[in-house]
């Protein structure tokens, strides 16, 4: 299910019992994308990448996965009885039962503790409440999703030395690409076709414009060509964009072929003309996202 407040994917805790199958093949999609070199447009926490590499989510995982819980539990250990003139009890009003909202919006109950209703959170208690809770959330409340999920990534990745080479940050990387862009490696790198070359007017007119675009503008365009908005491993070099010449001076957008990283641009008459055509191509465009 989709975050809305960190905008990544996690598993629904109260997920069909028969969608096993379908969390099996996301895992070997995950495993196939990094055996193929290829960057999902898909967003994880970070914890994932941890149990991938079979670690286990911890109360520190929450602050990227479950920030404004992360940061409740935070202000739970650290409340101070004696300065702020009130017992844990009477100022959080917890217990050991908690609540997780699903992917329907509705919240599903569990106790960290048998008979966890009427065992109330206090200053003595709290650190294994934290710790239960957020063993609940990372772990315990979507075992049977990631179980199947995890068996699928083992059956791409099971004869790899990939769990054994990289850290979970450096397998993050591999899937979804990093937010660092340098727009001066992808023009370094770019390949020409169908008549244009590297000192053809219409092309330095668009690293012109490329080069002069917001950061917002630029993600957009490496989505609209590349499918994602991230770079892999090693830079936007790596990326290896095909610029091809789509015909002469038209009212034509521009197109792209994202499986093959290829841009299809008309000689546009003007800088101008073809900034305004570029804008309009980024901004209307849509993809397929895995949701």
Known sequence: ?????????W???????DLDREYTLIGMLLGLAIYNSIILDIKFPPVLYRKLMGKVGTFKDLETSHPT???????LLSFNEQQDGATVEDAFGLTFQVGITDATGSRVTFDLKENGENIPVT?????EFIRLYSDLLLNKSVEKQFHPFFHGFLLVTRDSSLRKLFRPDE???LVAGSHVLDFNQLASAAEYDGGYSQNSSTIR????????????????????????DRAPIGGLARLKLIISRNGP?????????????????PDY??????????????NNAEGFGLL
Not at 213 to 228: A, V
Not at 256 to 263: D, E, K, L, Q, R
Request: proline share 2%; hydrophobic share 40%.
């Open 1 to 9: 299910m989709a975050d809305e407040e960190t905008r990544s994917l």
């Open 11 to 17: 598993f629904n805790p109260s997920a069909a019992e």
């Open 69 to 75: 819980i992360y940061k409740s539990l935070k202000n």
């Open 123 to 127: 200053s003595d208690n709290r650190e």
């Open 171 to 173: 397998i993050e990387l």
């Open 205 to 228: 007119n668009f690293w012109n414009v490329l080069m002069s675009f917001t950061d917002e503008q630029k993600r957009k365009f490496l989505r609209f060509t590349t499918g994602s």
């Open 249 to 265: 001076d038209t009212d034509r957008l521009p197109t792209a072929h994202t499986c093959f990283n290829a841009f299809l641009l």
């Open 269 to 282: 008459s003007s800088m101008e003309k073809l900034r305004e055509k570029l804008l309009i191509a980024i």
